[in-house]
């Protein structure tokens, strides 16, 4: 991510209680089947997280610059592992997801899990699909950010990060799950950073991968880009099933330059399989990449 992650717990018991109930879902449950429609991710999209203090505080105004530019999904942070709550300043989220809405534009919530405290990750996930906005709006869909490797026994958080998506799947009902996944070139450029990532068992319970596929700051020119992000989708189709659906995120938006942009888009374009694509994130994205995204948006 562009910015770093750090910052009541359920009683004794209850805890115990809920993480045995995880741990055994991850070795024993039967896969959750899939049961919405992805095309909430499609379109062309952004980011916004819980440190855009500047989007929240003009949401309307907000909202209405994003439909300026044509954008149909809002990917919103609700919290992640390390926040004091569990869904972050939901009066002033409330009032922005309405303003998303009165605007046509789609709400996804995204929520990252640090895999070390289940309970927790379990209930800040579902506060996704119970969270009610001042209108009773609630979100499109809902979104794990799978990146964390704060756990570090490797095994142990990949049980948990599909025990985790399984039960807010069985959840969720007919509210689309989306998994945002380590970057698959990423990966395999650095396999020590997570052995074994369980790219089969997460598709099996979700409807769509997001992966973050940045290249910004470390590769750069049209062919260096290009040649990444086209790699990167072919191995999350190798990995995840080849009808798996994509939307693809690039960035950090204010760390490609002209080249990279045009790189970025010409290998999601040429592609021609993913439903959807955004940088991260809304803060940082310029006019010039806007104008290089709107081809994508046509």
């Known amino acids: 991510m562009s910015r770093p992650y750090g910052f009541g717990v359920f009683r004794v018991l209850a805890c115990a209680v809920v993480t045995?109930?995880?741990?055994s879902i991850g070795t024993a449950s039967a896969p959750a089947a899939k049961s919405a429609d992805a095309a909430v991710f499609g379109g062309l999209g952004t980011w916004v997280d819980i440190y855009d203090g500047a989007v929240y505080a003009a949401p309307d105004r907000t909202a209405q610059r994003m439909a300026a530019r044509r954008i149909k999904s809002v990917w919103v942070e609700t919290a992640n592992y390390g926040a004091a709550v569990d869904v972050v300043d939901p009066v002033r989220l409330g009032r922005f997801v309405d303003a998303l809405h009165a605007r046509g534009i789609r709400a996804v919530a995204w929520y990252l899990p640090g895999h070390v405290k289940p309970a927790l990750d379990t209930r800040r996930a579902l506060a996704m699909l119970s969270f009610r906005t001042p209108r009773g709006g609630e979100f499109d869909g809902i979104a794990l950010n799978i990146e964390?490797?704060?756990l570090r026994n490797v095994g142990?958080?990949?049980r948990r990060?599909?025990?985790l998506t399984r039960e807010v799947r069985d959840a969720s009902g007919d509210v689309p799950l989306a998994i945002v996944p380590f970057n698959p070139r990423g990966l395999e450029r650095r396999p020590s950073t997570w052995p074994g990532f369980p790219w089969a068992e997460l598709a099996e319970s979700s409807d769509a991968f997001a992966p973050m596929v940045y290249t910004g700051g470390a590769y750069?020119?049209?062919?260096a880009t290009y040649g990444y992000v086209t790699r990167?989708?072919?191995?999350l189709r190798a990995q995840a099933g080849p009808d798996v659906q994509i939307h693809v995120a690039g960035g950090v938006a204010n760390r490609l330059g002209r080249e990279e942009l045009q790189g970025f888009v010409a290998a999601v374009a040429d592609d021609g399989g993913t439903i959807g694509v955004s940088l991260y994130d809304w803060m940082t994205t310029e006019p010039a990449a806007w104008r290089e995204l709107a081809r994508l948006s046509r």
């Open 20 to 23: 045995a109930a995880i741990c």
């Open 148 to 150: 964390s490797t704060r």
């Open 156 to 158: 142990l958080r990949s």
């Open 161 to 163: 990060a599909v025990a």
């Open 220 to 223: 750069t020119g049209f062919d």
């Open 232 to 235: 990167a989708l072919r191995l």
